[in-house]
């Protein structure tokens, strides 16, 4: 979870303060994750994953989507607000998929619901000088549903690992052609190693070390769980980037994880 928080980070140090593109530091961010993940798959002597498949061409647009729009929300969001809205909208659309596909949810998750909404209304309702950046929101929102589309087409994976470096592999090219399209920026040497520790290490590495632990763990401690990286965003973001800890996010922090807590608390 630490090294799911330090991508919001890492991100907000590489793009706002490293001055690196956005749609660069995808690219450097998406090619290093892959060469790791890569090397993981190869040193297994499980057999190597299909890379090409429908399901896997659907994960990788997926994946794109998400690290482009990731990038283009912490030009102006610091990074525990640009987590919240991630793993909100994360939890809302996920929600949101298992009333469409008819689910039996109880009561409590619809409450859990209610309430990460509110929270995500209090954080971006306009309030004069301290609104929150529209673009940014608006890109983090496009980011935490892309990344929400990736969680679900990820269920029931029988190789996470093999999948996820297969998606990277894929994803590479398209968040490439993107730069190109954008246009390279100038990448300067600190921006690009952020980027590289962040997909090598806290993407690539961080991926491979949760889904070994995942295993080990029940469902309802798994969940639990995710709701730290917000909370770490913010903390890391207060202590490394001197980023403010207003009482709004507090208060917006509290009521979208809090939701997330009830929501979760009908599985057990």
Same mark, same amino acid.
């Given at each position: 979870m630490c090294a799911f928080a330090a991508n919001s980070v890492l991100n907000r140090i590489g793009v706002a303060l490293q001055g690196m593109d956005p749609m660069d530091f995808a690219t450097v961010r998406t090619g290093a994750g892959a060469l790791m993940l890569w090397i993981l798959v190869l040193m297994?002597?499980?057999?190597? %994953?299909?890379?090409? *498949?429908?399901?896997?061409?659907?994960?990788? &647009? @997926?994946? $794109?989507? +998400?690290?482009?729009?990731?990038s283009w929300a912490y030009i102006t969001l610091d990074a525990g607000l640009g987590a919240l809205i991630l793993f909100g909208v994360l939890q809302i659309v996920v929600f949101g998929w298992a009333v469409i596909e008819g689910g039996k949810i109880p009561l409590m998750r619809w409450?859990?619901?209610?309430i990460a909404l509110t929270g995500l209304c209090v954080l971006l309702w306009p309030s004069g000088t301290t609104?929150? %950046?529209?673009?940014? *929101?608006?890109a983090m929102t496009i980011a935490g &549903? @892309?990344? $929400?589309? +990736?969680?679900?087409l990820g269920r029931a994976e029988a190789d996470p690992l093999g999948a996820t470096a297969s998606n990277f592999l894929l994803c590479l090219p398209l968040v490439a052609v993107a730069m190109l399209w954008a246009g390279v920026g100038t990448m300067p040497v600190p921006g690009v190693v952020t980027a590289v520790i962040a997909g090598a290490i806290t993407s690539g590495l961080g991926y491979a070390l949760w889904?070994?632990?995942?295993?080990?763990l029940p469902t309802t401690v798994a969940g639990i769980a995710q709701l730290s990286v917000p909370v770490i965003a913010v903390a890391a973001g207060v202590l490394f980037l001197s980023e403010p800890?207003?009482?709004?996010?507090?208060?917006?922090?509290?009521?979208v994880l809090g939701g997330i807590a009830v929501s979760l608390a009908a599985r057990r």
């Open positions: 297994r002597s499980a057999p190597r %994953p299909a890379v090409l *498949s429908t399901k896997r061409f659907a994960g990788a &647009a @997926a994946l $794109a989507v +998400y690290m482009i729009g990731f409450t859990g619901a209610g609104a929150v %950046p529209l673009g940014g *929101s608006i &549903a @892309a990344w $929400a589309a +990736y969680t679900l889904y070994r632990a995942l295993p080990a800890l207003t009482l709004r996010l507090i208060i917006a922090g509290g009521l």
